[in-house]
């Protein structure tokens, strides 16, 4: 049984920073792609950046430059580091591994940009 826990969602002001962390179990972490997507109210949900098994990363152009994805395979532990948070970045963050058809997801994360 796979589960995937997120952690480090939150409130955070414009130019502020977040990190979030998604640990996986019951899955051969490192032969698959990881990474995170994200989801507006109204909006479809999107890719924000991932890691392939061969550490090759990709980005939503909306993050280039200020968010970075990283994997820890001794961990089976994924990570998004959010630099210069825009309200844009507003949304539930969702880490996935396997890919956008795999049925492996997280349960979401909220993360919010106000001042």
């Known amino acids: 049984q796979v589960q995937l826990v997120e952690s480090g969602g939150g409130l955070v002001q414009p130019g502020g920073s977040l990190r979030l962390s998604c640990a996986a179990s019951g899955i051969i972490f490192s032969a698959f792609a990881v990474g995170w997507y994200r989801q507006a109210p109204g909006q479809q949900r999107e890719l924000v950046g991932l890691?392939?098994?061969?550490?090759?990363?990709n980005y939503a152009e909306s993050v280039k430059g200020r968010f970075t994805v990283s994997r820890d395979n001794a961990k089976n532990t994924v990570y998004l580091e959010m630099n210069s948070l825009k309200p844009d970045d507003t949304a539930v963050y969702y880490c996935?591994?396997?890919?956008?058809?795999?049925?492996?997801w997280g349960q979401g994360t909220q993360v919010t940009i106000s001042s």
């Open positions: 890691v392939s098994s061969n550490m090759r990363t």
């Open positions: 996935n591994v396997g890919g956008p058809g795999s049925p492996h």
